[in-house]
């Protein structure tokens, strides 16, 4: 069982940057596909970026060129560094880790606000 936990988030002017970390309790080394979810007020769950063991990244368009997803794998860590950041990213952000197939995991989310 592993525990994911968000920090970083905060309240930030348009413009600006914010950097989020996920600490993962437990070895992530098995789980093949890491991610970061959205959630604004009123709207869905959508996916923001994610990164493979194989190291390949996946961008939403909306963040293309001003997000980075990286992670340590000695750390436990997942990262998602922001730039450029405008009042429509504003949400609570998830950290997201699972196996394909296998276990599924969700942290429990850090709140992004961006002022214009």
């Known amino acids: 069982q592993v525990q994911l936990v968000e920090s970083g988030g905060g309240l930030v002017q348009a413009g600006g940057s914010l950097r989020l970390s996920c600490a993962a309790s437990?070895?992530?080394?098995?789980?093949?596909?890491m991610g970061w979810y959205r959630q604004a007020p009123g709207k869905q769950r959508e996916f923001v970026a994610l990164?493979?063991?194989?190291?390949?990244?996946n961008y939403a368009d909306s963040v293309r060129g001003r997000f980075t997803i990286s992670r340590d794998y000695a750390k436990n860590t997942l990262y998602l560094q922001m730039y450029s950041l405008k009042p429509e990213d504003t949400a609570v952000y998830y950290c997201?880790?699972?196996?394909?197939?296998?276990?599924?995991?969700w942290g429990q989310g850090t709140q992004v606000t961006v002022s214009s």
């Open positions: 990164i493979t063991r194989g190291d390949t990244t």
């Open positions: 997201n880790m699972r196996a394909t197939p296998g276990p599924n995991y």
């Open positions: 437990g070895s992530i080394f098995s789980l093949n596909i």
